[in-house]
């Protein structure tokens, strides 16, 4: 299992970004996939998780609104689209994959849930 980010950067407060987690060696049946974000000194945090068994989504409340996650099944990756960025979504992002999600138990937001990860891709906000 293989989990490549890419997209991140330098942009203003205010403005957009793409991010994109390109996976593969998948072989799990549902599945979730999620973006996670971890700034210096503080805690990781969840972002947006979306599961494979129904394309249904989740997003903490700091980024509902503002971020939205996306899959392309045929090109294999994830996308993280983000706007309306603020200095305070400075942080390095990272996506991740729980192999096993079992309905009514899977926490989305645990990254205890997750096994696999990429190697995170930097975001900064300038204000």
């Known amino acids: 299992v293989q989990l490549v980010e890419s997209g991140g950067g330098l942009v203003q407060a205010g403005g957009s970004l793409t991010l994109s987690c390109r996976f593969s060696?998948?072989?799990?049946?549902?599945?979730?996939i999620g973006w996670f974000r971890q700034a210096p000194r503080k805690e990781r945090e969840a972002v947006a998780c979306i599961k494979s068994s129904d394309g249904s989504k989740e997003y903490p409340d700091s980024v509902k609104g503002r971020f939205t996650i996306s899959v392309d099944n045929v090109k294999n990756t994830v996308y993280l689209s983000m706007k309306q960025l603020k200095p305070e979504d400075t942080a390095t992002y990272y996506c991740?994959?729980?192999?096993?999600?079992?309905?009514?138990?899977?926490?989305?937001?645990?990254?205890?849930?997750?096994?696999?990860w990429g190697q995170g891709t930097q975001v900064t906000v300038s204000s």
């Open positions: 991740a994959t729980a192999p096993t999600v079992i309905p009514g138990i899977f926490e989305p937001f645990q990254d205890a849930e997750y096994d696999y």
């Open positions: 060696g998948f072989i799990f049946d549902d599945y979730a």
